[in-house]
């Protein structure tokens, strides 16, 4: 379900890291969900089922501040309007709290697939303990 990422590579070499910094420092900037006090997690797609099985095992105060922030996001782009600078989220809260949850959840349903697929043959009795 979710993407492959470049991270690992990039996060192994330092000279690739320090070229990439700035441009994702400035993607993250310019998508705008952190005027509107979202956080990158908060933009995913809900239309999937391990999505909808990651919202149901949020903590009750992380499933709360999400729907407030969608609440508000909501609300700021009915008005046309950005949030007050001081209340855009800040590059060190934009953590991920849903994404962890996914790759729980695909590892569990990749092992339940493998379990399933499991085929169990019953062993054969050796030819000469046979006779």
Request: hydrophobic share 40%; with cysteine.
């Amino acid at each position: 379900m979710s993407a492959p990422s470049l991270a690992p590579y990039i996060v192994k070499r330092p000279w690739l890291q320090r070229w990439v910094a700035p441009l994702a420092k400035w993607y993250g900037n310019a998508a705008g969900y952190r005027q509107l006090g979202l956080r990158a997690d908060d933009i995913l797609p809900e239309e999937n089922d391990v999505v909808q099985l990651a919202l149901k095992r949020l903590p009750p105060n992380e499933a709360y501040d999400r729907v407030f922030r969608i609440r508000r996001a909501f609300q700021c782009s009915v008005s046309h309007q950005l949030l007050p600078k001081n209340e855009w989220t800040k590059p060190e809260e934009d953590t991920p709290y849903l994404s962890k949850i996914i790759e729980e959840i695909e590892v569990e349903m990749s092992e339940r697939e493998d379990l399933e697929a499991m085929v169990v043959q019953k062993r054969k009795a050796n030819a000469s303990a046979s006779h």
